[in-house]
């Protein structure tokens, strides 16, 4: 167990739908990072929280957006989806912002029908 | 554009078989290394990091990765491996002194052992 706690496990979807996804970082972690996973991209870094504030942006489209809330943990908001929004979502996060180490959660199973 | 290359897509091995998983990358200044393994069904664990010093690093679980700074290559390797290392394995760089919001992942390696 990492000690990063992502929610929902799996979620189906239609086209046209918004999502939110949830995670809480480890104890103490400040920095929060968004990883889309999917067969045809790979991994890909979306967006980088550092107690509350962006501090990175990466390959996030427009449709999706994030915020870190006070209590450190951070929400990725999808809209309009489409059928290859369809990935692994994965939350990570570090005790800094230069985060060397990134501990990952289980991810969320993003499946848009 | 800097990028992680991973010349295996899948390797298939029989038990007690040695493992060697090639990655290389393209970033000529200082970079830390990583291998990251996906067990099925699971999240992302950290194996081993090279940041500086021996570039022989031993991770966990008997993995270990050696970084030779001439060829760009970060290779990890296991002398013999169990059925339960089955899983997908990624190979990452982080240019050096940058957040790790810069990390670059290989496309993944995925490891099935034939028990």
């Known amino acids: 167990d990492s000690g990063v706690t992502q929610t929902p496990k799996h979620l189906i979807t239609a086209t046209g739908q918004r999502v939110t996804l949830r995670c809480s970082p480890r104890?103490?972690?400040?920095?929060v990072y968004w990883y889309q996973q999917s067969l045809d991209q790979g991994l890909q870094f979306l967006i980088q929280?550092?107690?509350?504030?962006?501090?990175a942006k990466g390959n996030i489209l427009e449709r999706f957006s994030a915020q870190q809330f006070p209590d450190l943990h951070s929400e990725l908001n999808l809209s309009s989806l489409e059928l290859g929004d369809s990935a692994l979502y994965f939350c990570?996060?570090?005790?800094?912002?230069?985060?060397?180490?990134?501990?990952f959660g289980q991810g969320t199973r993003l499946t848009v029908v | 554009a800097q990028s992680v290359s991973q010349h295996n897509h899948h390797v298939i091995l029989s038990e007690a078989a040695s493992l060697e998983l090639g990655c290389n990358y393209s970033?000529?200044?200082?970079?830390?290394l990583f291998w990251y393994v996906q067990y099925p069904g699971q999240h992302l664990q950290l194996l081993l990091k090279y940041f500086s010093g021996d570039p022989l690093v031993k991770g966990i679980k008997g993995f270990e990765a050696e970084f030779i700074k001439s060829k760009f290559s970060f290779n990890l390797r296991k002398p013999s491996v169990q059925w339960s290392d089955t899983a997908e394995y990624f190979c990452?760089?982080?240019?050096?002194?940058?957040?790790?919001?810069?990390?670059?992942f290989g496309s993944g390696t995925r490891l099935s052992i034939r028990p």
């Open positions: 990570a996060s570090s005790r800094l912002a230069d985060g060397t180490e990134a501990f």
């Open positions: 929280y550092y107690n509350g504030e962006e501090r």
């Open positions: 104890s103490g972690d400040l920095s």
């Open positions: 970033y000529g200044g200082t970079v830390n």
């Open positions: 990452a760089v982080l240019p050096g002194y940058s957040s790790a919001s810069k990390i670059i």
